[in-house]
């Protein structure tokens, strides 16, 4: 099938705090009348806008297109509506099918009712169509229907991501709690960090954020190690899928020279580093080095230094970062002077306890968990000896 002209309408989710930087991402890639809501985006735009924003958003989780919108008061005003819907022209019975559904004060007893009667509705019509259902897959399916549910409308979605688009194809190596990779380029891009600019993590853990600074240094598409859900539909357009794979191949025009530096104290998160900046392709380009953020020295005179410490969740280490903060604050006056320094956490406690008044403080979720990106300025020739 070949990809319509006229315009589709889209929902894009990502962690919040990122959305007004999705927006600004997503119009780049040719998403029209972007709209920003609470955790994402709604636009819209052409199949090779939507291929675009899959293959190249840093900062979008998942790429939603819109089938449907209706009214409702009960379950079955919802089931009447997804059953309305014609599937077959969407996708084939072959597919495997799995339906999420989300709801913000919608009145509706039970999600998990409201999922089965969708799927129920799906596979009805086809069962009318094509005197066939297709099968339910929850842990991988092909076809990922999505319901929204607000107090008196509804949506269906189908999902042209697939799998997460923070899923990147790369991560070798988990470190305990990692950060999503679209939330980390989310944090890199707040920092306002330039390519010719140092950049120092001196926690890397498994080097999300270095990864994905040195990807957005060297122009890569963050989707080109993976699939994606639309290659599953009906109105999959391969010709312009495989043009637009072939563009992104293309090396960089810029190819600035980089200056990436990670350190961790411990070594099982350089091992993960290693081998997650190899698997990313970008290993050559950073300098990883075995030290304790409150010992290390600065690789460079000014930079710009992200990291994403502990946030104290476990018995005891509440105390231990208690102890921790007002040190880190000594070593950044002491050995950064010059640097301007990025802390993501969700301790709240950071800004009092480090001694260090906070430039900035940007709100920023980690899944439910609510951060807080610091930024601390530490200007050249202040620190005390």
Known sequence: MSSSSRPEAFF??????????????????GASAPRVTAGGLEFSGSWE????????????????WRVAEFDYATEEDIYAAARAVNWFDLF???????????????????????TLRVKDAICDRFRDDVGRRPDVDRAEPDVRVHVFLEERRGALYLDTSGEGLFKRGWRMQTVEAPLRENLAAGIVMLSGWKFD???LDPMCGGATLLVEAAAM???????????FGFEKLDT????????????????AKRAPKLALFGSDAEAAALTAARRNLGAAGVERWVTLEASDVLTRK???????????PPYG?????????????PKLGDALKKNFAGWNCYFFTADRRMEKLIRLQASRRTPLYNGALECRLYEFRMVAGSHRS
């Not at 600065?298 to 994403?308: D, Q, R, Y």
């Open 12 to 29: 894009a989710s990502c962690p919040r705090g990122l959305e007004a930087l999705l927006a600004g991402e997503l119009t780049s890639l």
């Open 49 to 64: 806008a939507c291929y675009r924003a899959n293959l190249w958003s840093r900062l979008a989780s998942r790429v939603l």
């Open 217 to 227: 240094a060297r122009g890569r598409a963050p989707g080109m190690k993976r699939a």
């Open 236 to 251: 999959f357009n391969a010709t312009l899928w495989k043009a637009l794979r072939d563009e992104a191949a293309q090396p």
């Open 298 to 308: 600065a690789p460079a005179e000014s930079g710009v230094m992200i990291a994403n």
């Open 313 to 325: 969740e476990r018995i005891g280490e509440s105390e231990a970062l208690a102890r921790f903060y």
């Open 92 to 114: 084939d019975v072959n597919r495997t099918l799995r339906v999420h559904v989300t709801a913000q004060k919608s009145p509706v007893k039970s999600l998990e009712f409201v």
């Open 197 to 199: 600019q140092p950049l």
